[in-house]
């Protein structure tokens, strides 16, 4: 299966630490992107990296990409309690780059 | 600008029913994908349509099945529902290349 899987499962921290959150997958892929879902909402797109970028930066969020390694790196800087959520890693389908497979997540807590 | 768009937010239906779920994309987009996630799970693909074609389908039966029209809306059916088609229905439109961009879900309970 091409789908990522993100680890740890879950991840509860004190407001202002730092959150990493990791994603393994198994075949090449053209785009690696991080999505976060509030509570059984939408998903909400963060970041996208392509397989020739090693690193991306949006705001307090920092994505890293070894392709190498096949895998990828969320970290979440000076975390707030408005980051709780769980964060998903999806990667692209080697023959349809509009096709994305998400992993089960990483559920994280942010306590203030 | 107006994101994706699902229609209804939430509904329940009885096992063996038929169900139909709607998407409008985001302006400008004109891929949408469907997929379907379980509680405590990541989303499964079901299948993505292109120029009102199903373009590809992910691991789901017949009973699942979909359309697009021209101005790239799209609608998820899913006949004889069973209790495990309970879930979070998401669609989620794009252009290749980029991200997604989901709507909020339909919460489906198959009762």
């Known amino acids: 299966s091409q789908q990522g899987e993100e680890d740890p499962q879950a991840l509860s921290i004190q407001e202002g630490e730092n959150a990493t959150m990791n994603c393994s997958y198994k075949?090449?892929?053209?785009?690696l992107q991080w999505y976060r879902q509030n509570s059984g909402r939408g998903l909400v797109h963060l970041i996208l990296?392509?397989?020739?970028?090693r690193e991306k930066h949006s705001g307090r969020l920092r994505v890293t990409l070894d392709t190498s390694k096949k895998s990828s790196s969320l970290l979440i800087t000076a975390s707030r309690a408005a980051d709780t959520a769980s964060y998903f890693c999806?990667?692209?389908?080697?023959?349809?780059?509009?096709?994305?497979?998400f992993g089960t997540g990483t559920s994280l807590t942010v306590i203030p | 600008d107006a994101g994706v768009t699902q229609s209804p937010t939430h509904l329940i239906k009885t096992r063996g029913q038929q169900v139909t779920l709607r998407c409008s994309p985001k302006?400008?987009?004109?891929?949408v994908s469907w997929y379907q996630q379980a509680l405590g799970q990541g989303p499964q693909f079901i299948f993505q349509?292109?120029?009102?074609?199903?373009?590809q389908r992910g691991n789901f039966p017949d009973r699942f099945s979909g359309h697009q029209f021209p101005n790239y809306s799209s609608e998820l059916n899913v006949n004889a529902l069973l209790l495990g088609d309970s879930a979070l229905y998401l669609c989620?439109?794009?252009?290749?290349?980029?991200?997604?961009?989901f709507g909020s879900g339909t919460r489906l309970t198959v009762v």
């Open positions: 999806a990667t692209d389908a080697p023959v349809n780059r509009n096709q994305f497979y």
């Open positions: 990296i392509r397989s020739n970028e």
């Open positions: 349509y292109y120029e009102e074609e199903e373009r």
């Open positions: 075949t090449s892929i053209n785009n």
């Open positions: 989620a439109s794009s252009l290749v290349g980029y991200g997604y961009t």
């Open positions: 302006s400008g987009h004109d891929t």
